[in-house]
T-cell receptor
């Protein structure tokens, strides 16, 4: 079974700084998808960014980018020029392409952006 | 599109009562998922449906939990009888079949359930 590990329960940075959230996963498959979801205090689950395992190029979405290291099974999220609105729980998630379309989530990292 | 719609947003009830959570997926989505979120266990998949058919219910914790999807636009998650340890946020999510534009799962706003 696949597992996802986020080793940083909490992080805190100053506004405008860059912050990197870590995520590692375990799988024997070669093709899969990885995601970062954001959950602000409003409780919504918002997709931030996704990465297809067969693509070598790291995904980017405006201030959000990933560092995908397939051999190391690592998938970190970098937030540049952090804003107060980035304060949220961030979840890393894995999805297999073999049969079931289930998301497996990490435990989350609580990120606080301080003014 | 209105997105995934869940109701109620909050539910407080006494132990032993029946609880029904409702979900309307995004129109046209083939898959529907029910998740539970707690501090101790994080986000767990309870059950998911494909074209209204339950595919995997291995995450359903006990026989007290049941889920149905009578049509493509409606699903329910029922707990009977409810217990305090069922207190959690329950999310519904829907998605197109993978490969259909590679769409990810879209989540509803969740139902916060408190069992007293």
């Amino acid at each position: 079974a696949q597992t996802v590990t986020q080793s940083q329960p909490e992080m805190s940075v100053q506004e405008a700084e860059t912050v990197t959230l870590s995520c590692t996963y375990d799988t024997s498959e070669s093709n899969y998808y990885l995601f970062w979801y954001k959950q602000p205090p409003s409780r919504q689950m918002i997709l931030v960014i996704r990465q297809e395992a067969y693509k070598q190029q790291n995904a980017t979405e405006n201030r959000f980018s990933v560092n995908f290291q397939k051999a190391a099974k690592s998938f970190s999220l970098k937030i540049s020029d952090s804003q107060l609105g980035d304060t949220a729980m961030y979840f890393c998630a894995f999805m297999t392409l073999q049969g079931a379309q289930k998301l497996v989530f990490g435990q989350g990292t609580r990120l606080t952006i301080n003014p | 599109d209105a997105g995934v719609i869940q109701s109620p947003r909050h539910e407080v009830t006494e132990m032993g009562q029946e609880v029904t959570l409702r979900c309307k997926p995004i129109s046209g989505h083939d898959y529907l998922f029910w998740y539970r979120q707690t501090m101790m266990r994080g986000l767990e998949l309870l059950i998911y449906f494909n074209n209204n058919v339950p595919i995997d219910d291995s995450g359903m914790p006990e026989d007290r939990f049941s889920a149905k999807m009578p049509n493509a636009s409606f699903s329910t998650l029922k707990i009977q009888p409810s217990e305090p340890r069922d207190s959690a946020v329950y999310f519904c999510a829907s998605s197109l079949a993978w490969g259909m534009g590679n769409q990810p799962q879209h989540f509803g706003d969740g139902t916060r359930l408190s069992i007293l």
